[in-house]
């Protein structure tokens, strides 16, 4: 059984002006226990619609989420979430009370979050950086805070949207690096939202590409097969990126004709 | 010689604007005005000296500052819960704001006729006035804060398994510190205006009623007294107050 899925699920919003914009339709996807999935698409195709249902912050207009056989009917402790901007740590926090605060929010004693905090800044690279406050962190520190956070959580899930999409490019490489390191040495499951094809070669166990909106849904799904640390110079890196390229240009001519 | 610099530049440039006021104050009070109606510096600083003495002055002073005081603190321990609950919830927000965005019409100064009517000329009075114009400045403020808190901060919370109650304490309460804290120093400052109105036009002592003393007896180094008084008083408490947010709030800075 799949760890979660999407059942022929749809997602309507309602404008200001009452008109209806069918972002998904018919949209189905599983999701493996212990994969990393890339969800990749042109812009506005509704990726960050997917995200927000799984993660319980919005329902479907129709059609059914399952998680471990069961529906998702909200936000929960199981499905951690990654934003893409810093606007959800908490500026008058450490960084280390960030990490620590769903453990404290599970009243767990002082000493023991204080330790698995410090643990998990310490496999984001961040074990230096614990009392300084998010203002005076850059923007690679406090997506790591973020993640630390949602690490020392334990969810069953991992689900982050475009976590390193306002990061500058150098900054992006090296989390992407220590991204698909966190995951071997965790083997959570993860759903990355992602419109980069490099990011989503260099990290995803599987990529979901998806249609333009609206009506979106998955175009077609394709099964990685690198092992270990993975490098943009390999052919086979070439060859899934030509593979997915293909699949996903169309896709983004599309969603540009119809933004004129 | 490095502290000298460090000094100069954090404290330099401001005393000089301070001390240019007080140059040019008196040389356009000598030498433009040249009239009694308008005392140089040196003669309020020495009338000062001499009702501080007196004690007259101290007496004014402690008599108008426990009044902003007390309406000040009480106005904001009102404000700021209804200020939470109005940005919190939809229907508290519906059914007050008739209330606030009445009331915030009337000035406090125009309150002061039915003030002293209700509470006669007494303390009172002033405290009520006080609470009045201090709590709607901090409801605003308070509320506007709650409704400004980044949506993602509070979908992080819920998914890291925090309850509602948890995300009001420990999310939205610490979130909305900041525009607490700026709608009680605004307050503070109209706390400063409507306590003169207040005490000018009813009052037995207090820095209002020195003005109007100074007035109805033409002592017009009197009334100096009392404006550079309230105009020192005024930046003492602002500046008192910023440094308390700075370094018992400095983490609630409105930065991130």
New interface residues.
Partial sequence: MPLVSFHDVQKTYRSLHGVDYPALEHFSLDIEVGEFFCLLGPSGCGKTTVLKMLAGFEAPTAGRILMDGRPVTGASRDRGVVFQGDDSLYGWLTAAENVEFGLRMRRIGKPERRERAMRYLDLVGLRGQAKKYPAELSGGMKQRIQIARVLANEPKMLLMDEPFAALDAQTRALMQVELASIWRATRTTVLFITHDIDEAVILGKRIGVMRAGPRSRVKGVVEVSLNGARSRTDDAFLAYYKQVYEMIRDEVATSLSRAD | MRLARYLWTEYGTYTLGFASLFVIWQLTSIYLVGSVLFPPPTLVFRKGLVLARSGVLLEHLAASLQRILAGFVAGSLLGIPIGLAMGSFRPVRRLLEPYTEFLRFIPSVAMITVAVIWFGIGEASKIFLIIYTTIFIVILNTAAGVSAI?P??I?????????PA?IFF??AL??T?PYILTGMRLAMANSFTTIVAAELIAANDGLGKMLWDGRLFMLVDDIFVSLVTLGLLGFVTDRLFRWAIYTFAG???P??
């Fill in positions: 980044a993602n901060k979908r992080a919370a819920e998914s890291l398994g925090a309850t948890q420990h999310v610490p979130a510190v983490k609630y800075s930065a991130t």
